[in-house]
């Protein structure tokens, strides 16, 4: 497989509509390609899944390892891969570039193609360009201005091709119809992505600005190297999805997949739930959908009547606050003890690392998971927490997680692939 990282300088410097409009150019073209979100983030990962038509996966150091990202590629069967970095480029855990999209890229063996959107600059870009390309040991070897004036284009490209050794491969103009907003969990899911209209103009945009062959040439051979035999089981899994849930990482799902009998089921509109003996309940827009899964009665009793019987649940994210008695009033499935409420605000945002308290579902005490957190809701209730919750590169620690039976509730999101010995704890027959 080979591959290229598109990364940039900052935040909002439109690498995600970029790599969208690069990413189905080369679909459009005929390449079997699949696409890969740099960091924890699911939304983004579902943007690019979207566009691709295939199954996208994360490169996270943190939460898969070196082993997960290999994994993670090897799984996607392509010849190409285009992963979208997160952040500026070397913007890792804490202040610093550990886990960056510069440090993912140098893991896999990934050269970088930057987006760089000018800013009332001229030369000024060029040491600017100057010190990322160094840093980066030379593995940005390319770049596309972004927002750029199609007059003022044909300088940026001389000047920068004059001073710098690095290719200039093409130009997206300043369009407003192209900004994609942000939500509370990173990017809106934007409905012009599903519209092949829409797609159709990024192309149009890509084969008049984009020297496509020099972006080909860029592409270099990935480390995919490992491969992990996974245990068949006779687990019967359960999976919640529909417009409530529906945030879950491709690699859990895939090992799910391989590893045991999967359905899927609403919660929104399913009154029973499939044959299973594991359920688990992914991220997703819970609290749009309060209302509604409060409404399906015949749903709560089901779970909760399963939870009792000492069936398996895992809930994670958002997931947990329909597990609870009720969520800003309205009532849920009250299989643990108290209330969710939600939040303007992201609460404990960030990377984690979980080391549980107590045996559980998902592994002995003392064993645990390196985590991200993402949520607009928190827990008020006094039931006893399953886990001791730290943020890498800080003093913050703080006890969280909920056990009740064979159900296991986590505000934050996993990778079963950072701790398979878990993962076959959690499925166990």
Request: with cysteine; aromatic share 12%.
């Amino acid at each position: 497989m080979k591959g290229i990282m598109i990364s940039a300088p900052n935040s909002n410097s439109g690498k995600t509509i970029v790599s969208s409009a690069l990413l189905y150019s080369l679909k459009k073209e005929g390449l079997d390609i699949s696409a890969f979100k740099t960091g924890p983030d699911q939304v983004d990962r579902k943007i690019l899944e979207i566009i691709s038509g295939k199954r996208a996966g994360n490169l996270d150091p943190f939460m898969m390892g070196q082993t997960g990202m290999e994994f993670s590629l090897n799984i996607s069967n392509s010849e190409y891969a285009l992963a979208e970095g997160v952040m500026g480029c070397f913007d890792g855990i804490g202040s610093t570039w550990e886990n960056s999209s510069f440090d993912t890229a140098e893991k896999i063996g990934s050269d970088i193609v930057l987006v760089y959107s000018p800013q009332g600059e001229m030369f000024t870009i060029i040491p600017k360009l100057k010190g990322m390309i160094d840093f980066s040991k030379n593995r940005i070897r390319a770049i596309i201005l972004n927002k750029t004036n199609a007059k003022l284009y044909p300088l940026y490209k001389k000047m920068i091709e004059d001073n710098l050794e690095l290719q200039v491969l093409g130009f997206f103009p300043k369009i407003s119809e192209f900004e994609i907003e942000e939500s509370g969990l990173g990017l809106n899911i934007d409905e012009r992505l599903k519209d092949e209209k829409f797609l159709d103009v990024l192309y149009k945009i890509v084969k008049d600005n984009i020297d496509i062959k020099k972006f080909l040439n860029l592409f270099q051979p990935l480390k995919t190297g490992s491969k992990i035999e996974i245990k068949k089981t006779k687990t019967r899994t359960a999976i919640a999805m529909d417009e409530a849930f529906n945030l879950y990482y491709s690699e859990n799902i895939f090992l799910l997949e391989k590893s045991t009998e999967v359905t899927y089921f609403s919660p929104l509109k399913d009154e029973a739930l499939p044959d299973c003996n594991f359920l688990y309940f992914g991220s997703g827009q819970i609290n749009k959908y309060k209302e509604a899964l409060s409404k399906n009665i015949a749903m709560q009793k089901a779970i909760k009547k399963f939870a009792e019987a000492e069936g398996r649940i895992l809930a994670e994210g958002e997931a947990l606050s329909y597990l609870f008695e009720d969520l800003d009033g309205f009532k849920m499935c009250g299989v643990f003890q108290g209330s969710a409420e939600s939040s303007r605000t992201l609460q404990n945002f960030g990377y984690k690392q979980l080391e549980f308290t107590d045996d559980c579902i998902l592994g002995k005490k003392g064993s645990g998971f390196n985590a991200a957190e993402y949520h607009k809701s928190k827990a008020v209730t006094k039931a006893p927490t399953i886990a001791i919750v730290t943020k890498p590169h800080s003093s913050l620690s703080f006890e969280d997680g909920y056990k009740y039976k064979n159900c296991l509730g986590l505000f934050q999101n996993i990778h079963f692939i950072y701790n398979l010995e878990n993962f076959y704890n959690l499925i166990q027959n």
